[in-house]
């Protein structure tokens, strides 16, 4: 069972905005930094977002990330149908010395 | 080209043991730590183990505490997942990835292998 909580699905129009939710403590997301991770069906995780709001090279600035206090925030906008996938947070949390997931959010384009 | 290749997965029968290999390849190996995440089938992803850049410090889930055994080689350029007293509930996609971040606190996973599966069924 995650520590950390992201609503199962969303679901939005091509060219539209989405925005998944990550819900921790202060034990994780308070006092670390968070991290968001996209799996396209049947591949790999792949890393999106790192130290709650930084892109890799690569990655599109329609996908960004946000912190507040025990919360984070993947936005993606321009939704494309390409970005059908699981999305994951994660950070590590400083009292179970464990990194840890969000319960994962599957999007979908409509 | 960063790479990470998993290997050792395959069908195992409860109570028994597997070793899984991840081969790391297109960077300096010794200067990263490094992740261990399965994912059972239809779920989501479950981290298991961190091993830093010399293995001196490492760390469990506690699902796998006692049973795993994380370690690496720097001069193979892997590293490994010691698995023993396998359940049912251990079948999942394993896959290893490299650790960036200043510490742990700023820590995430910027490359991921393909994985390799283990199923544990009599």
């Known amino acids: 069972q995650s520590v950390l909580t992201q609503p199962p699905s969303m679901s939005a129009a091509p060219g539209q905005k989405v925005t998944i939710s990550c819900s921790g403590s202060?034990?994780?997301?308070?006092?670390?930094?968070v991290s968001w991770y996209q799996q396209l069906p049947g591949t790999a995780p792949k890393l999106l977002i790192y130290?709650?709001?930084k892109r890799p090279s690569g990655i599109p600035d329609r996908f960004s990330g946000s912190k507040s206090g025990t919360s984070a925030t993947l936005g993606i906008t321009g939704l494309q149908t390409g970005d059908e996938a699981d999305f994951y947070c994660?950070?590590?949390?400083?009292?179970?010395?464990?990194?840890?997931f969000g319960t994962g959010t599957k999007v979908t384009v409509l | 080209e960063v790479q990470l290749v998993e290997s050792g997965g395959g069908l195992v029968q409860p109570g028994g043991s597997l070793r899984l290999s991840c081969a790391a390849s297109?960077?300096?190996?010794?200067?990263?730590?490094m992740n261990w995440v399965r994912q059972a089938p239809g779920k989501g992803l479950e981290w298991l183990s961190y091993?830093?850049?010399?293995?001196?410090?490492?760390y469990y889930a506690d699902s796998v505490k006692g049973r795993f055994t994380i370690s690496r080689d720097n001069a193979k350029n892997s590293v490994y997942l010691q698995m023993s007293s396998l359940r049912a509930e251990d079948t999942a996609v394993y896959y290893c990835?490299?650790?960036?971040?200043?510490?742990?606190?700023?820590?995430?996973?910027?490359?991921w292998g393909k994985g390799t599966t283990v199923t544990v069924s009599s």
């Open positions: 990835a490299r650790v960036r971040g200043s510490d742990l606190y700023h820590s995430y996973m910027d490359f």
């Open positions: 297109g960077f300096t190996f010794i200067s990263f730590s």
């Open positions: 091993i830093t850049t010399g293995g001196s410090k490492i």
């Open positions: 202060s034990s994780n997301i308070g006092n670390n930094y």
């Open positions: 130290e709650n709001n």
């Open positions: 994660g950070t590590w949390d400083s009292s179970l010395s464990a990194f840890v």
